[in-house]
């Protein structure tokens, strides 16, 4: 019988899958969080940021069991997004038609928008492109 704080669903989430939705939920309202307030300033939302793209990459590699590997790419060129399912997750989560539908929903676009990301940055990485032989240098032809 598992313990009364753990999740458990009946979708054939795995518990590393429901840790990671659960950390990239934390990630989301850390971002849109030091992106308003008094003390708001670009560092933190730099810094909320970096944590969402980590959060993401780590839900990424819960759900699919695949490791990506590091990368030395630009991030900031593939997370419009993200960052904004980030933001409506938050939004829809307060405010006075706030309800568990729409949080769900809001969930559910956070999670879709965070698998898209990271596809778009594996894809973008040199090292997963396919190597066609007829475009090499020095091939013979």
């Known amino acids: ?12 989430d795995s518990h590393a899958a429901g840790q990671a939705r659960y950390g990239l939920k934390i990630a989301a309202i850390g971002y849109d969080s030091a992106r308003h307030g008094i003390d708001a300033d670009v560092k933190k939302a730099r810094t909320g940021r970096a944590h969402l793209h980590s959060a993401a990459f780590e839900y990424y ?12 790419i630009d991030l900031y060129q593939f997370d419009d997004d993200l960052t904004h399912a980030a933001s409506a997750y938050v939004n ?14 809001g969930l559910a676009l956070l999670c879709s928008a ?7 940055v594996a894809g973008a990485d040199p090292r997963n492109r396919p190597v066609d032989p007829h475009l090499q240098l020095n091939n013979g032809a």
């Open 114 to 120: 965070s698998i898209e990301f990271c596809e778009a």
């Open 61 to 72: 590699e819960a759900i699919t069991g695949t490791r990506l590997q590091k990368r030395s």
């Open 92 to 105: 829809a989560r307060h405010g006075i038609d706030a309800d568990t539908g729409l949080c769900r929903a």
């Open 1 to 12: 019988m598992p313990s009364n704080n753990v999740r458990v669903s009946n979708n054939g």
